[in-house]
């Protein structure tokens, strides 16, 4: 890693070596043999990951966002009553999609770094009648992580569809779409799936796909409509050629080796590791005297870290120490406190050498920043957290 810097934000993240080879295939035809079974291969192993095998997989070109929009642009229909459970950025945005198909969207905005209670959500959807509700699992602005389960058991209760905003969560933090019973889990492929941007990835349950037959207007949206996607899904899981808009061939390739590593290691473990390493690089963050975003431990994510940028110190100028020293992180991004905190991408093939080296050039900029902390606490308290497992 010789003249490159280290890509610690919360998406793209660091790619696995075989990923990035993967991607150096010869483009073949999307309707060759060998790209047919690679597609195939790719949603079967989608379904296992979401842990929904009853489920429909989608993977489609485009970026997380085009995954909101699909979701958005075929289960809503003009008029329909939305719920969007926010902690941040990314709920306002799922909002924006929603009023754009015409939906009726109310919003339960949680406080800066906090969630929304069950409470509040019950008393929401107990007054009113929602078709759907939309859940950010992992705020990629604040950190918070929100538990979905409860919320899904009342969605069940009130008859209202389900959607989880994974895109950084899924293969991260604990997603049991069938078992949970989420109607719609999405994703993008930059984050915890550890593929370069650029795949927009979807399953949607067997009910979720009934109430889109059951639509009594078109999709108001021709690239995202699932007419054209699903029979091209149907026909890559039958091992068919097909065509309705042309693959990105060599990004599968590298999804369907991503997947594999992901299967090999396995989800739990892989959720584990997740959790083992936020939670020490958190301890070490605290050591230093910094405060995290998210105003509970217990609610902040296992795939990132928000935190706050000590008293006195330009974030600008942080970060840029920080890059100096061969990391590269991300700045704030709620517009209400942008400026006054950063964000750490712990995922994907993250590893305790990629975390000592971010707590090193976080070290070093706070000490020439003359910042007062006891030097190397941070790496001695990650070091110990990690042996003590
Ligand atoms: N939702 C969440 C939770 C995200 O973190 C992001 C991207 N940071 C998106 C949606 C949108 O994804 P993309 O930037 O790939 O369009």
Same mark, same amino acid.
């Given at each position: 890693?010789?003249?490159?810097?280290?890509?610690?934000?919360?998406?793209?993240?660091?790619?696995?070596?075989?990923?990035?080879?993967?991607?150096?295939?010869?483009?073949?035809? !999307?309707?060759?043999?060998?790209?047919?079974?690679?597609f195939?291969n790719?949603?079967?192993?989608?379904?296992?990951?979401?842990?929904?095998?009853?489920?429909?997989?989608?993977?489609?070109?485009?970026?997380?966002?085009?995954s909101?929009?699909?979701?958005?642009?075929?289960?809503?229909?003009?008029?329909?009553?939305v719920?969007?459970?926010?902690?941040?950025?990314?709920?306002?945005?799922?909002?924006?999609?929603?009023?754009?198909?015409?939906?009726?969207?109310?919003?339960?905005? /949680?406080?800066?770094?906090?969630?929304?209670?069950?409470?509040?959500?019950?008393?929401?959807?107990?007054?009113?009648?929602?078709k759907?509700?939309?859940?950010?699992?992992?705020?990629?602005?604040?950190?918070?992580?929100?538990?979905?389960?409860?919320?899904?058991?009342?969605? &069940?209760?009130?008859?209202?569809?389900?959607?989880?905003?994974?895109?950084?969560?899924? /293969?991260?933090?604990?997603?049991?779409?069938e078992?949970?019973?989420?109607?719609?889990?999405?994703?993008?492929?930059?984050?915890a799936?550890?593929?370069?941007?650029?795949?927009a990835?979807l399953?949607?349950? +067997?009910?979720?796909?009934?109430?889109?037959?059951?639509?009594?207007?078109?999709?108001?949206?021709?690239?995202?409509?699932?007419?054209?996607?699903?029979?091209?899904?149907?026909? @890559?899981?039958?091992?068919?050629?097909?065509?309705?808009?042309?693959?990105?061939?060599?990004?599968?390739?590298?999804?369907?080796?991503?997947?594999?590593?992901? &299967?090999?290691?396995?989800?739990?473990?892989?959720?584990?590791? !997740? +959790?083992?390493?936020?939670?020490?690089?958190r301890?070490?963050?605290?050591?230093?005297?910094?405060?995290?975003?998210?105003?509970?431990? &217990?609610?902040? /994510?296992?795939?990132?870290?928000?935190?706050? @940028?000590? &008293?006195?110190?330009?974030?600008?100028?942080?970060?840029?120490?920080?890059?100096?020293?061969?990391?590269?992180?991300?700045?704030g991004?709620?517009?209400?406190?942008?400026?006054?905190?950063?964000?750490?991408?712990?995922?994907?093939?993250?590893?305790?050498?990629?975390?000592?080296?971010?707590?090193?050039?976080?070290?070093?900029?706070?000490?020439?920043?003359?910042?007062?902390?006891?030097?190397?606490?941070?790496?001695?308290?990650?070091?110990?957290?990690?042996?003590?497992?």
């Amino acid at each position: 890693m010789k003249n490159r810097k280290l890509l610690m934000i919360p998406g793209p993240i660091e790619f696995e070596p075989k990923v990035l080879r993967a991607m150096g295939v010869v483009t073949t035809s !999307h309707v060759a043999p060998n790209f047919i079974e690679t597609f195939g291969n790719s949603l079967d192993l989608m379904k296992q990951i979401w842990m929904a095998p009853g489920g429909q997989a989608f993977i489609v070109s485009g970026s997380g966002t085009l995954s909101m929009d699909m979701a958005a642009a075929n289960l809503v229909e003009r008029g329909d009553n939305v719920l969007v459970i926010s902690t941040g950025y990314f709920g306002e945005r799922f909002k924006n999609i929603l009023d754009r198909y015409g939906a009726n969207t109310s919003i339960l905005r /949680a406080p800066v770094g906090e969630v929304v209670s069950l409470e509040a959500i019950e008393e929401e959807l107990k007054n009113k009648s929602y078709k759907l509700l939309t859940i950010t699992h992992v705020d990629t602005a604040t950190g918070v992580l929100v538990d979905p389960k409860p919320i899904i058991d009342l969605a &069940k209760k009130y008859d209202v569809l389900s959607i989880l905003d994974g895109v950084c969560s899924v /293969a991260g933090e604990e997603i049991k779409q069938e078992d949970w019973g989420i109607d719609l889990v999405l994703t993008a492929s930059q984050k915890a799936i550890g593929v370069p941007p650029g795949l927009a990835l979807l399953v949607a349950s +067997q009910k979720a796909m009934n109430v889109w037959e059951n639509r009594k207007t078109p999709v108001q949206n021709y690239y995202a409509d699932w007419a054209n996607w699903l029979p091209i899904m149907r026909a @890559y899981e039958e091992r068919r050629p097909s065509y309705f808009g042309t693959p990105p061939v060599n990004l599968i390739a590298a999804l369907e080796t991503s997947l594999k590593i992901i &299967k090999n290691e396995g989800v739990q473990n892989r959720v584990n590791r !997740h +959790q083992v390493l936020a939670s020490a690089f958190r301890l070490a963050i605290s050591a230093l005297g910094l405060d995290i975003l998210p105003v509970d431990d &217990k609610i902040a /994510a296992n795939t990132m870290s928000a935190i706050y @940028y000590p &008293k006195g110190i330009d974030g600008a100028e942080f970060c840029a120490k920080v890059s100096e020293y061969g990391v590269i992180i991300a700045g704030g991004l709620l517009n209400e406190i942008k400026s006054t905190y950063f964000r750490v991408g712990h995922m994907g093939s993250v590893s305790p050498e990629d975390l000592i080296s971010t707590l090193s050039a976080v070290e070093y900029a706070l000490h020439k920043m003359d910042y007062k902390f006891d030097s190397g606490i941070g790496l001695k308290t990650f070091q110990e957290a990690i042996y003590s497992i």
